[in-house]
């Protein structure tokens, strides 16, 4: 059975049953949530617009509404899904590196701790 390369076992993390069906996830990047949010606005501006004039011809405000529910449906199923063409452009993430624990910041024998350096400041300020 081949697989595309990920481990069968592993979950996929944030992803329907649809996603396991078509064994990937495709989930939406940047500029397609851009080019989404824009052609949400043009469908449902479009639908307005050809509604509002529909209703003034027909002098009927039901027929403006319907259209502008048809954009809003149609818009939905358009850009509610994650449909692999909202993710043209994939980000390159950097690989994850697990991190040593961080070390302990050296101390010189000479300096003093930060908050002895602050009480004598103040004590010479009172002065």
Not at 11 to 38: I, N, S, Y
Not at 47 to 56: A, D, L, P, R, T
Not at 100 to 127: F, G, L, R, T
């Amino acid at each position: 059975v081949a697989t595309s390369g990920r481990d069968v076992h592993q979950p996929l993390v944030g992803c329907g049953t649809a996603a396991v069906a078509l064994d990937h996830c495709a989930a939406m990047d940047f500029k397609g949530q851009l080019h989404c949010e824009r052609t949400f606005q043009l469908l449902v501006l479009l639908f307005g617009s050809i509604g509002f004039i529909v209703g003034y011809v027909q002098q009927d405000f039901r027929s403006t509404f319907l259209c502008l529910a048809a954009g809003g449906a149609l818009s939905a199923v358009i850009c509610l899904p994650d449909w692999p063409w909202w993710n043209l452009y994939p980000p390159k993430w950097l690989p994850y590196e697990e991190a040593d624990e961080e070390p302990e910041p050296e101390v010189d024998a000479n300096s003093k701790p930060e908050k002895e350096k602050k009480k004598k400041k103040k004590a010479s300020k009172a002065e």
